[in-house]
């Protein structure tokens, strides 16, 4: 069954979809502020208690773990100011996720401030429905147990569980609230390289909005109306017979964004069990590789930031993993391209070195993106 959790390459300061902390089973003691006077129970310890959903809350009042003034209530009773209110806070599964997991972790770089890692494919990076253990927040907390003390075990930005790749987990919450901004102001720098279906004609930028697919709220899709705003840049390295390598970078970080625009631009990536397409016409050798790589071919592969604590700019990478490198072997060598090139680092010097003198009037590919 093809997991739906959008666990990806969006940044937490962009979407708020997960609630944020652990809990213990304890009981909190609070007093309504006269400013809360007027609106429902359930709304004013949706506020009172921001760590919490509001249908969590919701549950607590309605199974009598809540009382006002020592007496049940209920969700729709209205508050006044200057009440009393005691919350019995009960265990669920949600909290049980955050428990440390000793698991191997690819750290690129650590100090006191950061921790750069390289996410394999198949790792989830956040407890959600379906996947409540062995997710990087559960090795990190292993890793370094003081993330217990930072929200979301200091992870400030997510990649999907099937794609690779480089990011950045802040140690404490300066840290963190400085990344955030980071994202916000559109600062981090995030390169991927991916394959896509098809020749992909000419480097651009693709400029819509990313919401969720009308038709399949568990997908997400370009839309005209409602969505936000979400800018890809592509640059094409090389092209083969049937597919392109290509490398984006992120201006936004939308759920999906990467998959969704590369298949709004006819060019899915190939693998995407979601957004990419089974029947795209390629060789049987191609699409054996394909079918073996049971993932998006996708990899976070140069990450850039203004480091917290120093204040430098740092930038890291991370090679192409072997999967996505055996697939790009059959591809080049496929199409006649030069087999002797034995690992990426050499790969992706000739391709700094090479001139690309393509004409994209030689390709009748409809694309949505404009040149830069």
């Not at 962009?14 to 003691?29: M, N, Y």
């Not at 009393?84 to 401030?113: C, G, H, R, W």
């Not at 490198?325 to 034995?342: F, N, T």
Request: glycine share 6%; net charge negative.
């Amino acid at each position: 069954m093809q997991n739906t959790s959008f666990d990806n390459e969006a940044d937490y300061s962009d979407d708020s979809e997960f609630s944020a902390a652990p809990e213990s089973e304890s009981c909190v003691k609070l007093a309504v502020p006269v400013a809360l006077a007027g609106i429902r129970l359930d709304a004013a310890l949706a506020k009172l208690m921001p760590d919490y959903s509001r249908s969590r809350i919701t549950g607590w009042i309605k199974e009598g773990s809540v009382t006002v003034n020592g007496k049940g209530a209920q969700p729709k009773d209205k508050m006044i100011g200057g009440e009393f209110i005691t919350v019995e806070v009960k265990p669920s599964e949600e909290n049980q996720a955050f428990t440390p997991e000793t698991m191997p972790l690819d750290i690129v770089y650590e100090d006191d401030t950061v921790i750069v890692l390289n996410k394999p494919a198949g790792l989830v990076v956040h407890p959600a429905a379906g996947n409540w253990t062995g997710t990087l927040l559960n090795g990190l907390l292993a890793h370094c147990p003081a993330l217990s003390q930072i929200p979301r075990a200091g992870i400030v930005h997510r990649l999907d569980k099937d794609t690779s790749g480089l990011m950045v987990v802040a140690k404490t919450l300066p840290a963190q609230n400085s990344l955030v901004q980071q994202l916000q102001e559109r600062t981090v720098k995030r390169i991927y390289r991916a394959v896509s279906d098809g020749i992909v004609p000419f480097d651009g930028k693709i400029d819509t909005l990313i919401g969720r697919d009308p038709h399949n709220r568990l997908k997400m899709a370009v839309v005209k109306f409602g969505g936000k705003p979400a800018v890809t840049h592509v640059k094409v390295l090389e092209r083969y017979k049937a597919h392109s390598y290509i490398e984006c970078s992120l201006e936004t970080g939308r759920t999906h964004q990467i998959r969704v625009h590369m298949r709004e631009a006819n060019h899915p990536l190939a693998g995407d069990p979601v957004y990419g397409n089974p029947r795209h016409p390629c060789s049987d050798t191609v699409k054996e590789t394909v079918k073996g790589l049971a993932r998006q071919a996708l990899h976070a592969y140069r990450l850039s930031f203004v480091h917290p604590q120093s204040g430098e700019t740092v930038s890291f990478e991370a090679p192409i993993p072997q999967d996505m490198y055996h697939l790009l072997s059959v591809l080049r060598l496929e199409a006649g391209l030069d087999s002797s090139l034995s690992n990426e680092e050499t790969w992706q010097a000739k391709l700094d070195a090479d001139d690309d003198d393509w004409n994209e009037d030689d390709y009748d590919v409809e694309v949505i993106y404009v040149r830069d």
